[in-house]
């Protein structure tokens, strides 16, 4: 990670998508890896997304900064996956922030596994995720049905 408010850093000239970077990170509160996915010219902004714990941000041009070449060496340790056989709720474009709330609630801290069981026709990965608790293993796609927060899917 960078320091949040790093002034010694050149100013990344964003160009194309694709181009590696640092970004701020709001969850982190620091500057961290980046891929610029989209450039938006009318606003002079970028949609990010964070190499290292996923995401996608939508920040000013002027907030990225070149990353040095040896953050480049390590391998990045976020990998992007959609989460299989469940969607929103019917009628709904997206998870609710209850879904996502819940997800973070069985995963973040506690040791999880993903078994993947597919591939979007994008080549995404398509995962069934689970969270220890105890001694037991519960997968968290199936309790977000289970909590009414998703529709499961057959497939």
């Avoid at 320091?3 to 194309?16: E, F, G, K, P």
């Avoid at 996608?56 to 480049?72: A, E, G, K, N, T």
């Avoid at 976020?78 to 056989?85: G, S």
């Amino acid at each position: 990670m960078y320091a949040w408010r790093s002034t010694n850093v050149d100013i990344c000239d964003i160009s194309a998508v694709g181009v590696i970077c640092v970004a701020p990170s709001p969850m982190v509160g620091a500057y961290c890896r980046a891929e610029v996915r989209e450039v938006m010219e009318d606003s002079d902004s970028v949609v990010v997304k964070f190499c290292d714990y996923g995401g996608y941000y939508h920040v000013p041009r002027d907030v990225l900064r070149q990353i040095r070449s040896d953050f480049m060496t390590l391998p990045f340790q976020a990998v992007e996956c959609y989460m299989a056989n469940i969607a929103p709720l019917e009628g709904e474009e997206s998870f609710s922030l209850e879904a996502t709330g819940l997800v973070e609630e069985l995963t973040q801290g506690i040791v999880t596994q993903v078994n993947v069981v597919g591939y979007s026709t994008e080549g995404c990965p398509l995962v069934h995720l689970y969270s220890t608790q105890g001694d037991t293993s519960i997968m968290v796609n199936r309790v977000m049905v289970e909590q009414g927060l998703a529709q499961w899917l057959e497939g």
